[in-house]
Structures are given as structure tokens and as C-alpha cells.
């Protein structure tokens, strides 16, 4: 008696459907959002330990830059995939009545871009 058929699997099952590919991509784009945490990690103990001038020279190699402009454009794909699909996963409900979902996800939007704004005048506000 042989064994159990086990039909192949198929590696590329998100290359068959538009939807599938964006959700694999989106699930890759958190290695560069770990990616950016650890970065801002390196500096801030960098900051800490007084070498902030060895992380400035690694942070100018051309080869960073291109990683981090990787990582800046997959992390804002992944915040703007995550407000999307904020009202699919969120209910939220004010005396019965259900809060449409562009509602929610314009809050979701207008709140980054209230926080980023205000980050921006932060960081580059001359002294």
C-alpha cells in the first residue's frame, strides 16, 4: 500500500490574483519597518554611547541611503495598507448608529497626517 496523495503546492499562489500579491506584499514590507526601528535603535544608542559621528559615516554610504529609501517607501505602504483597512477590522458604533467606514478611515488619515505635519515642524524648524 502506498502513501496518502499530497498534491504539489504551488509557490506562486499570490501571483494568480492582484489582491493576493498587494497581501504578500504588504506582510514583506515589515521586514523593512523592523528594519527601520532597529535603525532608529542604532542611532539613539549611538546618540547614548558618543559615537554618533561613526553612525553619521555609516549613514551617508550610498548603500544605507538606498536601504533606508527602500524602507521609508515600504513602511509608508504599509501605514497607508493599514489605515485602509482600519474600518473592515474596527466596528464602531455611537448611540446604535454605525460610523461609515470612509469616516473612519479619513480620521485614520487625517490623523497622520496631522502627527506627521507636526513632526515635520519639529524636526525642521531652524534653531
Avoid at 72 to 100: E, K, S, Y
Avoid at 105 to 111: F, T
Wanted: charged share 15%; no cysteine; hydrophobic share 55%.
Amino acid at each position: 500500500m502506498t502513501g496518502a496523495y499530497v498534491p504539489r503546492r504551488d509557490r506562486l499562489w499570490f501571483t494568480r490574483s492582484r489582491r493576493y500579491a498587494l497581501f504578500v506584499l504588504r506582510e514583506l514590507t515589515s521586514v523593512f519597518v523592523a528594519w527601520a526601528v532597529a535603525y532608529l535603535l542604532l542611532m539613539i544608542a549611538a546618540l547614548a554611547g558618543g559615537g554618533y559621528d561613526g553612525f553619521v559615516a555609516l549613514a551617508r554610504q550610498p548603500w544605507m541611503i538606498a536601504i533606508n529609501g527602500v524602507a521609508l517607501a515600504a513602511t509608508g505602504f504599509h501605514a497607508l495598507t493599514f489605515l485602509n483597512l482600519a474600518p473592515r477590522a474596527t466596528v464602531v458604533r455611537l448611540d446604535g448608529w454605525r460610523v461609515p467606514a470612509w469616516m473612519i478611515q479619513g480620521g485614520n488619515h487625517s490623523a497622520w497626517l496631522l502627527v506627521s505635519a507636526i513632526v515635520a515642524y519639529v524636526v525642521l524648524r531652524s534653531p
